[in-house]
């Protein structure tokens, strides 16, 4: 039977800025809140540093690993973005960017088919990139408007044309990416007809105000969720003419959310640990179903730690430091900054992993969660 989640320490309680895998799970790479990009490996069950790359001059903020070509992109403060590929020798080259930006490259993800990325920024921009084969090099198309200020999440639909995109003027918005120059007109869609690049498809407010930090298109790309700072999570079905659900949660503000199938959505962030959330299509009623990381606790602990307290306070007038750490009952023991699914493709995924401010990286297992969770489902 599957582990409902394993641990991976990796930086010693070093903060995880992001993180990605390549397509069988092999390698996760990591940027520990710093400008460097590690890759490590897994054998024989334990997992290795392997390449560390160095090509940044400040804080990496995005990576993004192409499952089929397996190409590497990352984005950082310094305002650029790199595309890495592994030549002859096994070792991992860069090839820049050209970006065209002057504020920090916030976020990167690749499009489904593999051909081009879409980079955020805080220079109120979406970069989307392609390879000119003519020039040999990866050069950006600008989205501008309407935004008014940086953007911190990007997700692709599965058309491979429309892009969504959270930022901090509270908007949620659908994009169309369609590049003319190596791509086939694209067929209507829900989100609308008229696709010629930098097309705002769809503007979305969750009302109350709020950064919002993560976006994720469902399986289908009819449905688009995003969470706010303001602690909320909203839901909008373009095929009922993009009716919007908001709710407002009672714990701290989520930072990151991912469609699961078309009816279940992962999300996570301030309050350390990862909740399902269900949405009904027919009602287009979005709940809270299920916390995921339920911990087992001594009902004793407390009491044999007090008195521990109080032996050391008359042996050693002090206390020992382990006595004064506070433990949350979750698994991670700061912010969770980001998730990504694993095991397979949106609507087919098989779990997800989680990376926060403690340094660690959980992945989790949908089958072993639906075991150990009652009523708990994932697809």
């Not at 860069?94 to 920090?104: D, E, F, M, Q």
């Not at 007809?193 to 969750?206: D, W, Y």
């Not at 990376?355 to 009652?374: C, H, Q, R, T």
């Amino acid at each position: 039977m599957a582990r409902e989640k394993e641990l991976i320490n990796l930086v010693d309680s070093v903060p995880i800025t992001c993180h990605a895998w390549n397509a069988d799970m092999s390698q996760l790479a990591i940027s520990p809140n710093s400008d460097l990009v590690q890759i490590f490996k897994k054998k024989a069950g334990k997992w290795e540093l392997g390449t560390t790359l160095d090509q940044h001059g400040q804080r990496v903020l995005g990576i993004d690993w192409a499952p089929k070509s397996n190409l590497l992109v990352t984005c950082g403060a310094d305002r650029n973005a790199y595309v890495w590929a592994l030549d002859k020798t096994g070792e991992w080259k860069p090839t820049l960017v050209l970006l065209r930006i002057n504020r920090a490259a916030t976020c990167v993800k690749w499009s489904p088919n593999e051909q081009k990325f879409a980079v955020g920024c805080g220079a109120r921009l979406i970069s989307v990139c392609y390879f000119e084969e003519e020039q040999n090099w990866w050069v950006s198309k600008h989205i501008k408007k309407p935004i008014r200020s940086t953007i911190l999440s990007l997700d692709w639909h599965p058309n491979n044309v429309l892009i969504a995109a959270g930022s901090t003027d509270f908007k949620a918005r659908v994009f169309s990416g369609y590049i003319k120059e190596m791509e086939e007109k694209p067929t209507p869609t829900v989100w609308g007809k008229k696709m010629t690049f930098g097309q705002c498809m769809a503007e979305f407010s969750n009302g109350g105000g709020g950064w919002v930090h993560s976006v994720s298109f469902s399986p289908s790309g009819n449905k688009l969720c995003w969470v706010g700072h303001d602690s909320s999570i909203s839901v909008v079905n373009a095929e009922h003419e993009n009716a919007m659900v908001t709710q407002k949660m009672n714990f701290l503000s989520l930072l990151t959310v991912n469609f699961v199938t078309e009816a279940s959505i992962i999300s996570a962030g301030h309050d350390c640990m990862p909740y399902l959330f269900g949405f009904d299509a027919a009602k287009d009623g979005l709940s809270l179903l299920h916390k995921l990381d339920v911990t087992k606790q001594k009902s004793s602990a407390g009491v044999s730690s007090a008195m521990d307290k109080f032996r050391s306070l008359d042996k050693k007038a002090t206390v020992e430091s382990s006595d004064l750490e506070c433990k949350l009952q979750s698994t991670h023991q700061n912010s969770i900054t980001e998730s990504r699914l694993v095991g397979g493709a949106r609507g087919s995924a098989t779990g997800f992993s989680t990376i926060g401010v403690d340094g660690l990286v959980v992945v989790w297992n949908f089958k072993a969660l639906e075991s150990s969770i009652s009523g708990a489902r994932f697809s």
